[in-house]
């Protein structure tokens, strides 16, 4: 069985990281590192109350991802990467790490837009965009993802070669493009989504905030892409 760190970015979701942490598949898992990116709700507090070694980083959420995977000890064979705002269902995280526990897969993504969507989940535009960026990386790659979700596992020694540079939210689409140009073995497999628990997206809640999130996006397509 494979050893899993999992890695959760954390900016003010005191409603939800408790529930989220608590609901680890401790016994599948060697530890929860809760990334704390700034939160001034208590919510890191919460966190290591449920359980989960907290560490802190600057702001961005790829910042808290790349703090996260450098924490994450280095006994783990697999980081499992998922969001702490409850919308992620913790229950489907073998769904994940069954084709890389199987030698099926180096990199593994949980798609939402293939999976059961609570109303309410996702914006069209969040669909729409998912859509439109697998729909270029197929045409640049000849690969096709469905989604950007934060839901994904992947193997230690990969993560590490891909040099991870984009420390906003473009980490996601960089990890993707990346995986795709070293050859790695990618799979998409369909995931559950829900509301979030509680508190405001810090995209898809904010009109401003989801276009400077949408442009940053399409900026690291064309600085990552070969």
């Given at each position: 069985?494979?050893?899993v760190s999992v890695v959760i970015p ?85 769904l994940l790490l069954g084709p890389i ?59 590490e070669a891909m040099k991870m540079r ?61």
């Amino acid at each position: 069985m494979a050893r899993v760190s999992v890695v959760i970015p954390l900016l003010n979701e005191a409603e939800s990281i408790g529930v989220v942490v608590g609901s680890m598949p401790w016994a599948l898992i060697e530890e929860c590192v809760v990334v704390d990116n700034g939160s001034t709700d208590g919510s890191a507090e919460i966190a290591r109350a449920a359980g989960a070694r907290v560490v802190t980083s600057e702001r961005g959420y790829g910042a808290a991802m790349f703090a996260g995977c450098r924490a994450a000890q280095e006994s783990s064979d697999v980081i499992v990467c998922m969001d702490g705002d409850g919308s992620d269902v913790v229950a489907e995280m073998p769904l994940l790490l069954g084709p890389i526990e199987r030698g099926e897969a180096d990199f593994v993504i949980g798609s939402r837009i293939r999976g059961t969507r609570e109303a309410g989940s996702m914006l069209g535009s969040q669909v729409l965009a998912g859509w439109l960026i697998g729909g270029m990386v197929r045409l640049l790659y000849g690969f096709r993802y469905t989604d950007m979700g934060p839901f994904r596992a992947i193997r230690r020694e990969a993560l590490e070669a891909m040099k991870m540079r984009e420390m906003t939210y473009g980490w996601n689409l960089e990890m993707q493009i990346k995986a795709v140009t070293m050859g790695l073995r990618v799979v998409e497999v369909p995931v559950s989504y829900r509301r979030r628990i509680g508190g405001v997206s810090k995209v898809s809640g904010d009109l401003r905030a989801s276009v400077k999130a949408a442009v940053r996006i399409f900026g690291v397509f064309w600085r990552v892409r070969k």
